[in-house]
């Protein structure tokens, strides 16, 4: 497949290197703004701007099977993807930071008015961000949450304490509510599938999956005890804090927004209904204080920067705030806000990789998510009508994988080895990101 990037940011080098080894890649940018990532990567390279023609000339866009656009102008993406669809059949996808170009500027195939010409695919990395910290926030003490299944089954991520009953306990022991399975474990900044051997360590980070209802059960006895989230405190108050914040007053939870900007602080008062919003710096221990921000439940740092998120992130945590969700824009920084101590950071770049991926892919298998930046992958795999019934112990997979859950009609299913698959079923799999093109290819319907 021949794909057109166009960004030579930090985003593109995440796709880059995602799709380079199999696909043939040309990078569209000016010189400067190329990152130092892309020495590393076998791809062509064309300096300019690809809303020139000549440019997308130069780098043979007509014979382009994908153009993403994904420099950090929204103006310049959206009008080199609507040049592209006027010169070529690639499909287009278009990164925007803007939520009136995701919502309202009629850009897409379904606008009512898109004159003949579109963009197929509108990436909003800010929403998928909130997403997943809203979420996260509305489970106590989860690291990760994901729904399947209409919500009916979902994947949760806990951390297990020096003091809970799971350490050194062998997973066949461990008395889990019917219905959940464990299917991952990150230790030591590695993630495994674990078998009922695999003895469960202080530390390790805990992939359950299972039904929602079995779940909660699960993180009452195990990890929370009828603790719930009543207080949040957001740091920033730019697209994501206001967002965030619009959707968790649909909780009824007593939030709290800081943003520094003056000016901000008097648009968030009138988009928000309940919260209450503060002008102030989230650096400022004094501040921190006296909105008595070490009573939150969860304090969550969405600004910009990742050095400031950083800092307010530590300052609560000295405060006492048991849980703190930290934004983070650099990927790289993943790893070292949580080696810090900070309880869960989110960059918005792998779920905007999910999504570059599910809307490449016209097979019946979507990505329906990734944890531990990339390390495990959960996909759905839809079994085709002429699939022969077998039990899943007998399934002769190429590499280690878990089958969490099966949608069978209007039935969820959370399986054993002696549950049989059958066709049309939707199957609902675990594995590791190094693991996940083998089952792919494994269940791939052409």
Known sequence: MKMILFGANEVGSMIASEFYADNDITVIDNEEYKCDAFNKLDVSFVDGNASNVEILKQANVKDADVFIACTDSDELNIVACLTVKKMSKACTMCFVRKEEYKSSLGITKDAEYNFGFYVDYVIWPEELLTQEIFRIITVAKALDVEHFAGGKARLLEYRIAPNSVLVNSMIKNCEFPKDTLIVGVTRNGELFIPSGETVLHEDDKVIFMGLSNSLDILAGKFFHEKEFVKKVAIIGGGNVGLKLAKNLEKLKLDIKVIEKDEKRCEL???????????????????????????????????????????????????????????RVSKGANVSLFEKVGIDIAISTKTASLNEIKNNLCDTNIDILATVEQGMGEVMEIELPENYQTIKIMELKLPAKAIVGVIQRRNRIIIPNGATQIMSGDNLIIFTTGANAPAIREYFKVD
């Open 268 to 326: 968030l008062s009138e988009e928000l209904s309940s919260s209450l919003v503060i002008n102030g710096d989230g650096t400022d221990l004094e501040l921190l204080n006296e909105e008595d921000i070490s009573s939150s439940d969860v304090v969550v740092s969405v600004t910009n920067n990742d050095e400031k998120n950083l800092l307010c992130s530590l300052l609560v945590k000295q405060l006492g705030v048991k849980r703190v969700i930290s």
